[in-house]
């Protein structure tokens, strides 16, 4: 269903990635690059990827990717490499590694933050873009609710309870997610150590949010999104998202005229691109 690939960044950390439909048996068109979210892995982009490499999506080659410190990448010895510009100059290095000279870009949450940096840095590399729930502006009530569950003390202690767990802690944000998608969410966050469900992620770069306050005012990027202003663009926001406001897509759509927006009913942050119907309107959108 996809081949998995190691590679190493400019620094010599090796990183990994999952190519859908790529290789020898590569389609035509361009490709379609994953981003997923701070801690996430490109295991969230599984179920999209395979229906969007399958010719009920359209047949596209599609890469998913595991930034530094997440997944099967390896973690950086150096805490204050996991940035947001040193994760962009990885995926620059992955689309090298994938022979990608232009792509489709789906980013979630820190993987549209990552986009507004390569709009900026390497243009020519991004053709169309798909942001799910991240804008210019982030809201600090929904970074303070991510720093607080990234770094509470415990976790699940089973597999049993993992999905459980889950459904506790984001059901409210989550009506549409049903038992097996809550399973489905465990075995893309966690990873099995000693039959263990563990955070498949360094838990230095959640460290990083504990400074977050009320009043700390996250850095608009209204510069680097205007940047997009040529470019295709779909965004979805989360109907019960606390990250983007519906006042931040108002304002992306008048600086955008064309943009695409979607409401992802019935979920928070961030959206199941696969659920609700996303995956019809994503596949249209990426065939233009």
């Not at 090796?14 to 997923?36: D, K």
């Not at 306050?213 to 295709?232: I, K, S």
């Not at 979607?262 to 199941?272: I, M």
Request: overall charge negative; charged content about 25%.
């Amino acid at each position: 269903m996809f081949q998995p690939h190691y590679f190493h960044a400019k620094d010599g950390l090796r990183l990994y990635g999952r190519a859908y439909s790529f290789g020898a048996e590569r389609r035509a068109g361009m490709p379609i690059v994953c981003l997923p979210g701070l801690t996430r892995n490109s295991r969230d982009f599984h179920a999209l990827a395979t229906f969007l490499a399958s010719p009920a999506g359209g047949g596209h080659p599609v890469v998913t990717l595991d930034y530094r410190g997440r997944g099967q990448s390896e973690r950086d010895n150096d805490n204050g490499r996991y940035t947001i510009a040193a994760e962009a100059a990885d995926v620059i290095t992955a689309c090298a590694y994938f022979g990608i000279d232009k792509a489709k870009f789906i980013g979630t949450s820190r993987g549209g933050l990552i986009l507004h940096h390569l709009i900026v840095s390497a243009p020519a590399l991004v053709a169309r873009v798909v942001l799910n729930d991240i804008g210019p502006v982030v809201e600090i009530e929904g970074l303070l609710r991510i720093r607080d569950y990234l770094n509470a003390a415990r976790g699940p202690e089973s597999w049993a309870e993992a999905p459980i767990f889950l459904r506790r802690l984001h059901g409210e944000d989550f009506p549409l997610l049903r038992e097996q998608d809550w399973r489905d969410m465990a075995e893309a966050i966690y990873r099995d150590e000693d039959g263990l469900p563990i955070a498949d992620f360094d838990p230095a770069i959640t460290a990083q949010l504990k400074g977050l306050t009320a009043d700390t005012a996250p850095p608009e990027l209204w510069p680097q999104f205007d940047a997009f202003h040529d470019l295709p663009m779909m965004v979805v926001r989360g109907e019960h998202s606390k990250l983007l406001s519906e006042a931040t897509v108002q304002e992306m759509s008048r600086r955008h005229p064309d943009l695409v927006a979607v409401t992802a009913r019935g979920q928070g942050h961030a959206p199941h691109l696969h659920l609700g119907g996303l995956e019809a309107h994503i596949a249209a959108f990426v065939a233009g």
